[in-house]
């Protein structure tokens, strides 16, 4: 993390009162706190979050501003970024975000969000990246630099264990110390001590007994002492509860969705606190070091204030950059007959049918909305694709119902952190506005849709589906129920299925979806998460063969529901209190210890070339020290006839522990590109922390000596070759 003068920290906050201080450690306003300006102190501006910067809120009343000058770049989802495995793309897409940020006059960007995809429902799963820790880890660290490289802030987020939406904020999270240590604490001690994340956000869970935002073992131990964590560290809107815990633990800013700012825990109530000697000032001095370092660190004060980066937003090189990115994360899972030849299609028709393949992205999820300059659906980016020499048709194919209207003029955020009964009070008294729709309606409605793309795909010489979810379901502050697709959409692709065996099958979403019923018998499917304002030309350029995919899934796609860890094993989506009993049996380590076969594995993807896996060669060097690193190459050659990208993945297993050991780990990966016919030579260095196991005894890492075997494969169940080697 960038250095700062300390001294000069100590000499503004000399010159502090305490009302100045307080007023720098909570909103303001709804995304800025209160600067000081005798001081030349500016507010700290924030804003949301992942996909883009956030549209302008009015300061204190949850309604947009309005202006047609918070247009910006939509990036593809965390989710998509992570099915590229490209750490340079995780990098360029920090930096265009960074830029952007800054280009938005912000200090603060509150993402990336990194907690783990435990299970398919949790709603926010399309801005999460992985159910593994080491991918995250490994695209977060070249995230984070690139956003702060434009003097802007990455707050990665929510730390630590929020991976549900059911009663987010009071549910409390019971998860034991090892499952902590290797599964949900690696992305968040990468950003901290690889990335030097400048902030990060507490979540709004409670964990093991404790609110995240007032949890001392958390902040104070885990993330200050033994990550040695200087940083801000940042409440979720909300999150913070009692007024001496959170002053009391390492927690510095506290951000809420109410506009009482002066009555905020962290403002006049611990105002109070110390003026009745209950806490001392010394407590809130500590949050305004971290505050002061981080405004000295974005060059928003100090000697180098002139020298802060101005960043810039809606460039050319942005829309490229969020191009690439979605080219990489769309993910082929199944083919047959693809890539469509526009040769073929010449004077012929394409059918796209389903709302996805119109529909418009963006503005929705919750606090990852945001107002795209524009955003290239499907549709449009096949007609782009194929110009007039084919004609492309559109059907909705299904019907989404209308959702209740809200009469009062609000956003969703203003009632986020009411409970059932408080929300219920206010509808009664602002009005609600129920959609109309009776079911016979929204019955015919359907059938009427259908009717018309059944015909319509007959009559096409070529059909597209493009289906999935919607941020109706990807979305904050809910999970879905079940995996299921919805609006009949299993019934529809069956029966298109039936007219047209070879079709190609595009699903949208952010986290797994049920396709049991139809998977065995689409010829071409592919997986397309939330991928940007370019992402429907992205897809029409893998359909129609411009660009090869190389997107590997981030995650597992099970069969069903029934088949994940949270359903076997529990818990998930409960209120109250949820218990990670799954323990590290967490997506494939799962899968594969229970013997169950996926849908579709983690790290599947397919590409239009083929890559030959050589033989491995390992070493075992010691240093001097004594620690040992397993050096490990091989070649990869391109066999098939176009060029393309191949992520060769490295998996490690334990041959035998004296503790539980998932069945296999991913400690590296490396994605490459080759000509048709051409070898490369790809090497990989493992340390010794890619063998070893969190001892809950010893209360640190630790290998044991003995046998890893060392898979190497183009997924996590397609392994081309492995080797033995003795620690
Ligand atoms: C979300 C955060 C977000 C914040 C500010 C909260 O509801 O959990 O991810 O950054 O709001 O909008």
Known sequence: MRKVDENKIEEILKELTLDEKLDMIHGNAFFHTKGVERLGIPPLYTSDGPMGVRYEYHDANWVPVGLS???????????ALAATWNRELAYETGKVLGEEARGRGKDVILGPGINIKRGPLCGRNFEY??????????LTVPFIKGVQESDVAACVKHFAANSQETDRLMVDTIVDERTLQEIYFPGFKAAVREAGSYTIMGAYNKLNGEHCCEN???????????????????????????????????????????????????????????????????TVNKKIRNILRLMLRLKMIGDDAD??????????????AALKTAQEGITLLKNKTLPLSRKKLYGKRIAVIGQNGAKIHSNGGGSAEIKALFEISPLLGLKMGLGGNTKVEYAGGYYIPMPPQQKFAT????????????LKEFCAKNGTLE????????????????????????ECDEVIFVGGLNHDFDVEGGDRKDMKLPYNQDELILELLERKPDMTVVIFAGSPVDMHRWAGKVSN?????????RGGEALAGILLGDVNPSGKLPETFPKCYEDTPMFRIGEF??????????????????YDDEGIEPEFCFGHGLSYTSFEYGDITANVIKSAEGTQTVQLSMSITNTGAVIGKETVQVYVADKECSVYRPKKELKDFAKLELKPGETRTVSFKLGEDAFSFYSVSNKAFVTEPGEFEILIGSSSRDIRKSVVVTL
């Open 69 to 79: 000058d918070d247009y910006v770049t939509y990036l593809p989802s965390n989710t």
């Open 129 to 138: 990246m992985s159910e593994d820790p080491k991918l995250i880890s490994e």
């Open 216 to 282: 001392k073992e958390l902040l104070d131990k885990v993330l200050r002492s033994d990550w040695e964590y200087d940083g801000t560290i940042i409440s979720d809107w909300g999150g913070v509860h009692r007024t001496k815990e959170a002053a009391e633990c390492a927690l510095d800013i506290e951000m809420s969705v109410t506009d009482n700012f002066d009555e905020y825990y962290l403002a006049n109530p611990l105002k109070k606190l110390i003026e009745n000697g209950e806490i001392s000032e010394e």
């Open 307 to 320: 020298k802060r980066a101005a960043g810039s937003f809606n460039t050319p090189e942005h829309r490229e």
């Open 411 to 422: 956003s969703w955020q203003e009632t986020s952190l009411m409970s059932k009964e408080e």
């Open 435 to 458: 959609s109309g729709e009776t079911k016979e309606q929204i019955e015919e409605r359907t059938r009427k849709l259908k009717a018309e793309a059944l015909k319509l795909a007959e």
């Open 525 to 533: 499917l592919v997986y397309m998460p939330y991928s940007g304002i």
């Open 573 to 590: 989506g409960t209120e109250g209190r949820v218990e990670f009993k799954d323990g590290l049996k967490v997506g494939y380590r799962y």
